[in-house]
Structure formats: C-alpha cells, structure tokens
C-alpha cells in the first residue's frame, strides 16, 4: 500500500531564514502526483504546491519549491526568506490514478517560526 | 458556491447524542472525502466517494461511523451515540473526477465537534 512519511513532527526556523521540510513515500507505480498543503491555525487547508511525478523540472511558487528524487521516492519542501505567516502545520500527499485517485496524507510536520 | 461548504462550523452536543455534519463540494467535483482531524494532529482519512463507485469506507473507525452522498453532491457524515474521544474537526474536501490525480483537493473549514 501506498504510504507517505513525514519524519519532522515540528520545526523551527529564523525569520528570513531558509528551512527544508521532509516527505517521503512508498509506491510502485510511476504515475502520481505529489502536493504540500499548508494548514494555519485558521484550520483552512491551503495548497502549497504540486509535483507531476513524470515532470524531471522541480516545482517552485515563489518562495516554495521542492526538491523531487523519484529515484529515492523524497518530495522535500524548501521554504525560503521565511516569514511570520508561513507558521503552520504542513502535509505532503500523494495521489494516483491506479489508485482510484485517492489522495494519502502524511501525518504532518509544524512549522514555527522564530522572530 | 464558490468553495466546499460545511455546516455547522462548530457543533456541541451531549456524549450519546447523535450529530449530522453536512458538506457541500465544489460543483462539478465528483470526488468527496471526509477527514477528522485531533487537536494539534494529522488527518485521519474516514471515507471516500468517487462517482458513483462504491464509496471507501475503509477509514471509518467504528460502526457508530457512517456517510452518505445523495445525487452525486451534498454529503453527510452521521456519528451515532457520540464519544468523548469523537471531539475533533472534521474536513471535507473534494476534487475532480476520477482521472484527475493532477487536480488537487478542495477543503471546506471543517465543523469542529465537542462532546460534553
């Protein structure tokens, strides 16, 4: 079965520092998609940024990027110049079409931000 | 609407009682999922519809647990004779059809329960 591990319970990071967060998973298939959402203390889910998994090209939003090894199964999210409102807890997911499209969570990493 | 509706945004009952939560996805989205999420903690996946598959149910934690989808659209996620440990947010989201893995998933605000 299809599993998605965030190994960081909790973070912390200096204002305008840069902070990597960690995401792996277990599949066998090599059609997917990977997505970082982004939960603040409002509870909203926001997403953050996705990852096509054929796309070699790493995503980037801005600030965010990630850093995709499909070799190593790893899909960190990188945050940089962070700032006060980037605190909050952050998922990584993981979808498929062979899997009837049903999306798997990680169990999530908090974020803390340092003034 | 514009976004995935949940009602009502908070909810306090008796231990015992029964509780309705209801969620309303994005038009067009056939996909729905039901989340319950402690305080401070990781989504706990409840169930899964998808068209009109035979929802997943494979995340419900007991048979106090159950959710409907009536005409593709409107859900409601039902908890019988409600537990303390039933306290909790509980997320709906939804997304486009099965097919569309790149789409990510919508989330309403949740409807955070508190049993007394």
């Known amino acids: 079965a299809q599993t998605v591990t965030q190994s960081q319970p909790e973070m912390s990071v200096q204002e305008a520092e840069t902070v990597t967060l960690s995401c792996t998973y277990d599949t066998s298939e090599s059609d997917y998609y990977l997505f970082w959402y982004k939960q603040p203390p409002s509870r909203q889910m926001i997403l953050v940024i996705r990852q096509e998994a054929y796309k070699q090209q790493n995503a980037t939003e801005n600030r965010f990027s990630v850093n995709f090894q499909k070799a190593a199964k790893s899909f960190s999210l990188k945050i940089s110049d962070s700032q006060l409102g980037d605190a909050a807890m952050y998922f990584c997911?993981?979808?498929?079409?062979?899997?009837?499209?049903?999306?798997?969570f990680g169990k999530g990493t908090r974020l803390h931000i340092l003034p | 609407g514009a976004g995935v509706s949940q009602s009502p945004s908070n909810k306090v009952t008796e231990k015992g009682k029964d509780v309705e939560l209801r969620c309303d996805p994005i038009s067009g989205h056939t996909a729905l999922y039901w989340y319950r999420q402690s305080l401070g903690q990781g989504l706990e996946f409840l169930i899964y519809?998808?068209?009109?598959?035979?929802?997943?149910k494979s995340g419900l934690p007991s048979d106090r647990f159950s959710a409907e989808r009536t005409g593709g659209s409107v859900s409601t996620l039902t908890i019988q004779r409600t537990q303390q440990e039933d306290s909790a947010v509980y997320l709906c989201a939804s997304s486009l059809a099965q097919g569309s893995s790149n789409q990510p998933q919508h989330f309403g605000d949740g409807t955070r329960l508190s049993i007394l």
């Open positions: 997911a993981y979808r498929s079409p062979l899997r009837d499209d049903k999306i798997i």
């Open positions: 519809f998808q068209g009109n598959s035979a929802p997943d």
